[in-house]
């Protein structure tokens, strides 16, 4: 068959003029220009897309859109890079496109699964697993999940981890947002445009239409989508968002988007994609309708598609991929279809079969049209089976009764009918056709027709009333054929916001319920309004309803409203607003009678492999809850999320447990997969976390800094004296300095808040331990807060500043903790009150000079005398550069020291001068290392302390308390029994009786008798070397650590095994009087 | 009960599946039994099958809102681990850890326990220092944990970046004897033990108020009528503080949605459970192929079962931060939990001030892998009236005492 003979000439939307080069498993082929992979390579007679999930049956191309669940490629990019599972029908064809079929081995054509898929396949029922594997021994099941792991899976990963590709990002505010772009959204964003609001409209194809897209071009629908676009286009309080998948409904109207820029695989500059945060005041849901598949056997022959695909096929891409077409439905949409194909058929020479379930089909007025069009018509008829082994060869079909539609599956009889001659070939092959089909093969338009002798199961299942096969079956040879069950309305947005759709008879599917989340409305196709008139009436009145007084008349006075008017004027009469049902479509979830007449090759879903037959055992097994169902069979649970399976297992579900019709399952985002790409958005690699630099960082590097990561700050770890200089040289050289003449570090980092307002001490008072209220202007003082339960949060430094505000540090891991937790007790808890918090964290530099020189130092860079009269916890205001700076004397080293605060961008020039003061004195920088060492003899606490959980006792710290008259947050419950309990593990010093013994941090303390075992008398919090003490040292928490001191203990390793005793100290090593700092 | 093999699978096969029995009965509530679990998810379905089976307690029921196991028994990222820091919990979590290896022949229903080993990452050193703590208080109490260089860590789990630019992986800690299981199967099996014990379980029965006289219940209203019984126990997770208020009472409970996702199912491309608190996110993948992510939850309270979509964001990009190559692969389904969480993030297990009421709640964002011990110390307690040894510091009181069982540290250390 030559290249393009599958194309229509003069039909499609493709640019004929741009060929795109591509391959397909290695094999090249041509496509055009609006091509979608599945469209480009039906045009190239390729049918075969790739294999099953469980059972590797060949499987092709099925679906026009987003519902695709056979045909899923894998996409490898110029860069090697894998982008396994995309549907074909998704993918928009470019120049170059490499794409592979999947689940497959050695090749797509030959697969050793499907061997082993079909030899199995009796034992792989519905929950097979869950009885199974369980011996010979408990760990038996490691060696049966490998195997297991090893089937499963689709799509494979590229190894290869560099993906350069980048995403971006966005948040979108509109007054009105209209999901979907079919005749309801484009009515309503048409109409809400008009008010003047902002609109924005989103489609996840890459053209706009939705429905009207299944129209000729030239008609007269295709003709008002054009006008309509136009004017949506040129409106400027219109955005329209196309390949855009509006994939999440989440609370308070906020909506995820991505925006698909480029198709995985396809180069290119700029990013891959766009996540959007939309919040819309208004929403109007007009996301149409998907077309479910009837159930029948073997409906998953490459060769079997959904009849809604065959139309796009042909009005999108020009593509009839074959001339023997027989259509099987039980609904109006159908027939569209059919007399779609027929048109285009006439020119080709091909042959149209159409069988509706219907008696009376869709009425006599299409019946006489469809006829006149050489479409041949078979009403009453539904399919049995399908023929075929490599792909579709016949359709078998049977009268049917359509009166009583109801399918009785009998547990208690379930043995009476073994007739199904159909089971016993079980081979993937098939091939069972051949009494039937064997002689078709090559006839060409004909369009044979065979009575076939042979008379099916006369009955199926006892107490099977209806849906039973009356009468003869006939077989039709075909290349194509196409099914129709029924238009489902695409609620999966509406549903995702926990609302349960209703199930409506009329239409044989699933409606919204009267509940809206608030601001919704649906319109159209997705509320069961399968009429065009109807549905862009629809969606022009919830569009006004949505933009409420604003609404605009369609005056003659403004343009683009008359245009408007003009496009809104439709008579009921014209082409336009007809199609849609007139007759009822009659529900089929099964063509014939119970769970017997099925093999196991009748699927209910695709994507899962799953069968009528694994819907009757766990029907059987009791697992007839909706969700139970879904889960025991993974209907609904595969790649498509149960577009084409939702309903049909629901019916089934519902005639074999007898129940009404419930949904199968719930409707969880993404309303199709999303790239998880696009999800991360930019958070990628370097920026995964903004970087938080001192505004000092420029100091440190050219002081030859070793930096740390800690948190999102980079900070200063040491100042390695030569390339060689370990870490713990680093930092015993570095505290050396600070405890023999002076030292230098960033304290930049530190959270400060400035709390300002007229019950700002108030505030205060209630929110650390310690007495504010006493505080003076000019000092400093240390303070603790709790959380509410009497544990300790965080602690800091708070200053009275001179206009009667409060400047408070936190530490740095709690910066944004703390303002967070005093933003909520002030809004939440304590409204009254008059408070003012600001974060000054990034406005200030901080830097601490510390040491026995420190105040000399100091006061060389700042001329206010008042410096060398500033006693310990005190505060100066004073001016650098002209605006205000702050010296804060106090000290975290246990020596002398002043943290110097002045505004960011002097940070620099500050440690260039106090560098430059302090060198005769030999200052010495010193990095965090040091800083954490210093602090660890002299007893101070940091986070590796204040884990959470520990009491104000537990770090010595109750004598704060008893000086305080108010409560505090976290006071009342700290008073608790267990939390006041004299035997809780309470900080203390910790020394090695052995000369260089190191202690671990986090080791586990023991006292001197009994086995090491348990959780022990306490912990190692912390651990340095002291070369103030000439050994190493520890701060940990021991259980009435006070009365001990002097003991020996054991600090155990137990993942080492190693144990070092230690004598119990007072956690301050140095200076225990604070003589030095004074 | 017919028993589940791969000879019975094999012999029904053969005929064509059709002589496969209920998993469990479809029975009418009686009028009364001598305990009603409320709560029909691992956890109580637990209870159930532990109170027939050690405690001699067969006329008891199960009652549940919608169907067995919808709530965060089948909503949950399925880790089982037992790696945590105070005493009491690694008693519970470690006895429940040991029952997951042989729960499937237990209950003669494949859970698929699978002890892949799970990794919690460390990304700066004061994590690093944290989690020192916490292997050590583990390997001293007998709960397996070691510690894992940079380097051994892309040994042990080669698919993982550790060399980030941005917050490296500086070290990890390893419970090779954990890991996940099937979270479906868990509710399922126990039901079908359990049913086959005698208990009754009842779905679709809402039970909307509580039969109180005397400060002692003496039955429940549901929505299929009153049922009397003697002894209840609440099994209802994120609902706990809705049945306590029903009874009288009061939990120190918050609810709050939180999230997971899996992506679509590919070959193997990850053998062990990632964990990393600092960034928030973890991964493992499924039998089927799934990478199964999670990651925090929302910051505030609310009974929806879905989360807010920055949150989830997060996660991914925590996800993607470790395993570059997981950016191609797309995400299937999301859906959210509503996770009850005590002050101190631990469980409640304990007598309630109602008597004949016993509540098990506070799992917060851990209850999957504790099923099996909190379904076994809670059946202790409601069958005697005295906690298990394992469950005893589990109660109510502890929040009057302040005797806390606090695993709660990112709460006050932050990153």
Not at chain 1, 15 to 26: E, I, S
Not at chain 1, 501 to 508: G, H, L, T, V
Not at chain 2, 65 to 78: A, L, P, V
Not at chain 2, 81 to 91: A, D, F, K, T, V
Request: aromatic share 8%.
């Amino acid at each position: 068959m030559s290249r393009h003979s599958r194309r229509i000439i003069g039909r499609g939307r493709v640019n004929f003029g741009r060929t795109l080069r591509f391959r397909f498993d290695g094999a090249e082929y041509v496509g055009h220009e609006g091509d979608t992979l599945t469209s480009a390579l039906l045009a190239n007679g390729v049918w075969l897309a790739g294999r099953s999930f469980k059972y590797h049956r060949r499987r092709g191309f099925y679906a026009a859109g987003a519902e695709e669940t056979n045909a899923l490629v894998e996409v490898r990019g110029m860069d090697g890079l894998r982008a396994p599972n995309r549907p074909a029908s998704e993918l928009r064809l470019y120049d170059g496109m490499e794409a592979f079929s999947q689940n497959c081995s050695p090749s797509l054509r030959y697969d050793i699964g499907a061997l082993r898929g079909s030899l199995f396949a009796p034992f792989l029922g519905a929950g097979f697993y869950y009885k199974t594997f369980m011996g010979p021994t408990r760990k038996g099941w490691r060696f049966y999940e490998h195997m297991i792991r090893r089937a499963a899976g689709m799509g494979r990963l590229s190894e290869d981890v560099m993906d350069h590709a980048q995403h971006e990002s966005a948040n979108l505010f509109t007054d009105v947002l209209v999901i979907g772009s079919g005749p309801a959204g484009l009515a309503a964003a048409g109409a809400a445009a008009a008010s003047g609001a902002r609109v924005t409209l989103v489609e996840r194809d890459f053209a706009a239409g939705g429905s009207l897209l299944g129209e000729r071009g030239g008609s007269q629908a295709d003709i008002w989508r054009r006008r309509i676009l136009s004017f949506l286009e040129e409106s400027e309080n219109v955005r329209i968002f196309l390949r855009t998948e509006c994939f999440g409904a989440y609370d308070g109207n906020c909506f995820g988007m991505v925006e698909r820029l480029r198709e995985a695989g396809e180069s290119g500059a700029g990013s891959r994609s766009r996540l959007w945060r939309v919040r819309a005041r208004r929403v109007i849901l007009a996301s149409g309708a998907l077309e479910r598949p009837l159930v029948c056997e073997g409906n998953d022959l490459p060769g079997v598609v959904l009849s809604s695909a065959a139309r796009l096929w042909l009005t999108r891409w020009g593509v009839l991929p074959e001339r023997r077409i027989v259509i099987a439905a039980n609904n109006d949409s159908a027939w569209e279809t059919a007399e779609e194909l027929a048109f285009a058929g006439m020119e080709v020479g091909a042959k149209i079969t159409l069988l509706d379930a219907r008696r009376e089909g869709a009425g006599s007025e299409r019946l006489q049209r469809l006829r006149m069009r050489g479409v041949e018509i078979h009403l009453g008829y539904v399919p049995i089976a399908v023929r075929g082994g490599r792909r579709v060869k016949g359709l078998l079909a049977a009268p049917f009764d359509a009166d009583a539609n109801i399918v009785v599956l009998d547990n208690d009889n379930d043995n009476d009918n073994d007739g199904d001659g159909d089971d016993g070939a079980g081979s993937n092959g098939g091939g069972d056709s051949a009494g039937e089909g064997g002689t078709d093969e090559g006839t060409t338009n004909e369009g044979a027709v065979k009575e076939s002798a042979e008379a099916m199961e006369t009955d199926n299942g006892v107490g099977d009333t209806a849906g039973k096969v009356a009468g003869k079956t006939r077989y039709f040879a075909a290349d194509m054929v196409c099914l129709s069950g029924g238009l489902d309305p695409n609620l999966r947005l509406w549903s995702q916001r926990g609302l349960s759709p209703r199930y409506d008879e009329k239409i044989a599917a699933f409606v919204p319920g009267d509940e809206m989340p608030p601001g919704w409305e649906v319109v159209g196709g997705a509320r069961g309004t399968f009429s065009r008139g109807e549905a862009i009436k629809e969606g022009r009145r919830a569009a006004e309803a949505a933009v409420g007084s604003r609404a605009a008349s369609f005056g003659a006075d403004d343009d683009n409203g008359g245009a408007l008017a003009d496009i809104f004027t439709i008579d009921d009469g014209d082409e336009l607003a007809r199609g849609g049902w007139r007759v009822a479509p009659c529900p089929l979830w099964l063509s014939r009678g119970g769970e017997d007449a099925f093999s196991r090759r009748a699927f209910v879903d695709l994507s899962g492999d799953v069968t009528v037959k694994d819907m009757a055992i766990a029907v059987r097994e009791g697992y007839n809850q909706p969700e139970h169902a879904k889960r025991y069979t993974t209907a609904g649970m595969g790649a498509d999320q149960g577009k084409t399976s939702g309903t049909n297992a629901a019916g089934i579900l519902s005639l074999f447990a007898k129940r009404k019709m419930e949904r199968l399952g719930t409707a969880r985002p993404p309303y199709t997969p999303v790239e998880i790409a696009s999800l991360a958005g930019a958070e990628v690699g370097r920026h995964f976390r903004p970087v938080r630099r001192s505004p000092l960082h420029d100091v440190h590097l050219r002081e030859g800094v070793q930096w740390i990561e800690s948190g999102e700050w980079m900070r200063a770890r040491y100042y390695p004296a030569s390339p060689q200089e370990s870490v713990e040289a680093g930092y015993v050289r570095e505290s050396a300095a600070v405890r023999g003449g002076v030292g230098m570090t960033d304290v930049s980092t530190l959270g400060k808040i400035l709390v300002q307002g007229a019950d700002a001490e108030k505030f205060l008072e209630r929110v650390y331990v310690n007495n504010i209220a006493s505080l003076k202007s000019g000092r400093v003082r240390y303070g603790v807060m709790l959380r509410d339960d009497g544990m300790v949060f965080d602690d800091g430094t708070l200053t009275r500043t001179k206009d009667g505000g409060f400047w408070i540090t936190t530490t740095t891991a709690n910066a944004g903790a703390v303002l967070q937790r005093l933003e909520f007790l002030h809004q939440a808890e304590w409204r009254d009150l008059e408070v003012f918090l600001t974060s000054v964290s990034d406005s200030w530099a901080g830097i601490a000079v510390a040491g026995r020189e420190s105040l000399s130092v100091v006061s060389s860079v700042f001329a206010d005398d008042d410096i060398a009269s500033l006693p310990h916890m005190g505060a100066l205001e004073v001016l650098y550069g002209g605006e205000f700076a702050r010296v804060h004397r106090m000290s975290f080293s246990g020596e002398r020291a002043y943290e110097v605060f002045v505004a960011a961008h002097f940070g620099v020039s500050l440690w260039e001068r106090l560098r430059e003061a302090g060198s005769e004195r030999g200052i010495v920088p010193y990095g965090l290392e040091a800083l954490d060492a210093l602090r660890v003899e002299k007893g101070h606490i940091t986070v590796s302390e204040i884990d959470g959980r520990v009491t104000l006792a537990d770090l010595r710290f109750e004598g704060m308390l008893r000086r305080k008259s108010g409560l505090a947050v976290g006071v009342p419950l700290g008073r608790r029994a267990g939390l006041t309990d004299g035997d809780r593990p309470c900080l203390t010093g910790l020394r090695p009786l052995g000369a260089g013994q190191r202690i671990e941090s986090g080791s586990v303390l023991f006292g001197m008798d009994g086995e090491m075992s348990g959780h022990g008398e306490g912990w190692v919090s912390s651990a340095c070397y002291s070369g103030e003490c000439g050994g190493y040292i520890a701060l940990g928490f021991l259980s009435r650590a006070r009365a001990r001191e002097g003991e020996e203990v054991r600090c155990f390793n137990p993942v080492g095994r190693s144990v070092v005793v230690a004598r119990v100290v007072s956690p301050c090593f140095v200076d225990s009087e604070g003589e030095r700092m004074r | 009960m017919q028993r589940y093999s791969a000879f019975s699978l094999v012999r029904h096969a053969l005929s064509e599946h059709k002589h496969w029995r209920r998993a469990w009965r479809s029975p009418a509530p009686k009028p009364r039994y001598d305990a009603i679990i409320v709560g029909g998810g691992g956890h109580g379905l637990g209870t159930a099958y532990y109170l027939a089976r050690h405690h001699n307690l067969k006329n008891i029921a199960v009652l549940e809102r919608g169907w067995i196991g919808g709530g965060n028994t089948g909503r949950n990222t399925t880790i089982i681990r037992s790696n945590y820091l105070q005493e009491e919990s690694q008693g519970l979590y470690e006895l429940a850890r040991k029952m997951w290896e042989t729960l499937s022949q237990e209950l003669n229903y494949n859970v698929m326990f699978s002890p892949r080993g799970v990794l919690n990452l460390c990304h700066d050193e004061h994590e690093l220092k944290g989690l020192r703590r916490r292997v050590f208080a583990n390997q001293a109490r007998g709960v397996r944990g070691e510690f894992l260089t940079p380097r051994e860590v892309k040994q042990f789990c080669p698919p993982m970046r550790v060399d980030c630019p941005r917050l490296p992986v500086v070290g990890a800690s390893l419970q090779r004897n954990a890991g996940t299981a099937r979270h479906d199967a868990v509710a399922w099996g126990y039901a079908r033990a359990a049913d086959r014990l005698g208990v009754d379980i009842i779905e679709n029965c809402t039970v909307n108020g509580f039969d109180i006289r005397d400060g002692a219940v003496r039955g429940v209203r549901t929505t299929r009528g009153d049922i009397a019984a003697p002894k209840v126990a609440l099994v209802p997770a994120g609902h706990a503080g809705v049945l306590a208020n029903l009874a009288g009472f009061r939990l120190p409970i918050e609810s709050r949605p939180l999230q997971a996702l899996v992506s679509e199912p590919v070959k193997p491309c990850l053998d062990t459970v990632v964990m990393s608190g600092a960034i928030h996110g973890y991964v493992s993948q499924s039998d089927k192929g799934e990478l199964v992510i999670g990651g925090g939850a929302d910051s505030y309270n609310g009974y929806s079962q879905r989360g807010s979509p920055h949150v989830l964001a997060g996660s991914i990009a925590a996800v993607c931060h470790l395993f570059p190559q997981f950016r191609r692969l797309r995400m299937l389904r999301s859906w959210g939990g509503v996770v009850d969480i005590a002050p101190d993030a631990s469980a409640i297990l304990s007598a309630a001030p109602v008597g004949g009421i016993y509540v098990n709640c506070g799992w917060g964002t851990g209850g999957f892998k504790a099923t099996p011990g909190s379904a076994f110390a809670f059946a202790h307690l409601v069958a005697k009236g005295e906690p298990h040894l394992k469950g005893r510091a589990f109660t109510l009181a502890r929040f009057a005492t302040g005797r806390l069982i606090d695993e709660h540290s990112a709460a006050a250390v932050a990153h």
